[in-house]
C-alpha cells in the first residue's frame, strides 16, 4: 500500500476541527484520512503548530517553506513525493494518486467487527450489541446507537 503524507499550516489543534465554525474541508480531509487508516493506509498528518519538528526534519518541506512561505500549505505527499500544494486534495485525486478504490474512503474497519474493541461470542461489544450493517455498536439498555 502506498503512503499518504499531508504537512499543514499551524492550527489550534492537530485536526483543526475545533471551536465554534468548523472548515467543512478540513471535516472532509479528516474522516477520509480516518477512513484510509481504517483500511489499513499508511497516513502521516502534521500540523506545523503541533508538529514543527517534521517541517524541518523533511529537507523538501524546509526548502518550500523557506522559499514560497506558509501559503504552500498544505502539502500533500504520496511515498514520499510532492503531489498537491496549496490546497487538500479532493476525494477523487486521493483515489488516483493512492490508486484505490473509491470504496476506501468509505467508513469500513480494515479488519470486521464491532469498534468497540472488547472481544467476546457476540461480536466483540462487551455489554453492547454489534450491528453488522456499519461495524458499529448499539447500546442494549438505550436507544442511542453509534461507534462507541
Request: charged content about 20%; overall charge positive; glycine content about 10%.
Amino acid at each position: 500500500m502506498r503512503t499518504i503524507t499531508i504537512y499543514e499550516p499551524a492550527m489550534c489543534c492537530p485536526t483543526g476541527l475545533c471551536g465554534v465554525g468548523v472548515n467543512e474541508d478540513l471535516l472532509r480531509i479528516s474522516t477520509v484520512l480516518d477512513n484510509l487508516k481504517k483500511r489499513g493506509i499508511a497516513v502521516n498528518r502534521y500540523n506545523l503548530n503541533s508538529a514543527p519538528q517534521q517541517f524541518i526534519k523533511n529537507q523538501e518541506i524546509n526548502k518550500m517553506l523557506n522559499e514560497k512561505g506558509a501559503e504552500v500549505l498544505p502539502i500533500t505527499l504520496i511515498d514520499g513525493k510532492v503531489e498537491i500544494t496549496g490546497r487538500y486534495p479532493t476525494n477523487g485525486e486521493i483515489i488516483m494518486l493512492l490508486n484505490i478504490s473509491p470504496d476506501f474512503l468509505n467508513a469500513t474497519q480494515k479488519s470486521g467487527g464491532c469498534c468497540c474493541g472488547k472481544e467476546n461470542k457476540i461480536g466483540g461489544c462487551g455489554d453492547k450489541v454489534a450491528d453488522k450493517s456499519n461495524n458499529c455498536c448499539k447500546a442494549t439498555k438505550s436507544k442511542n446507537g453509534g461507534c462507541c
